[in-house]
């Protein structure tokens, strides 16, 4: 029987997952949800800004870079998380979310790739 604390921590593993899916959708979801974080996050950074206080990281929209953002949270949060409830579960509906995560944090380093290369002909 597996006790009540490893239940526990399971379940607070699902929950997490369930809470930061978004990045684990196919495409055109995670990047509706992405835009709609980002806007949150911008607008926390236009009232810190209005408060002549120090803007947090990745909140400043005249600096940060979206596609940067989202990778970082993919391949730092994300992925490791739903790695381990895949190692946990290993089903299919796993496996598809961890395909999922691979495609979307690719298209976010394609995308970081660009950002870099206009910003460097800008520069030119």
């Not at 006790?3 to 379940?11: G, K, Q, Y």
């Amino acid at each position: 029987m597996v006790s009540i604390e490893t239940r526990t921590l399971i379940l607070q593993l699902v929950m997490k997952c369930a809470d930061i899916n978004n990045s684990a959708r196919p495409q055109r979801c995670m990047e509706t949800w992405a835009a709609m974080v980002m806007t949150e996050f911008f607008n926390q950074g236009d009232q810190e800004k209005g408060l002549q206080i120090e803007v947090s990281k990745g909140f400043d929209r005249e600096t940060t870079s979206i596609p940067t953002v989202q990778a970082g949270f993919i391949g730092f949060c994300v992925q490791p998380l739903f790695q381990a409830l895949a190692n946990l579960v290993p089903c299919d509906a796993t496996q598809l979310t961890l395909a999922l995560l691979s495609e979307n944090l690719a298209r976010w380093k394609e995308r970081q790739a660009e950002v870099a290369a206009q910003k460097a002909a800008d520069n030119a």
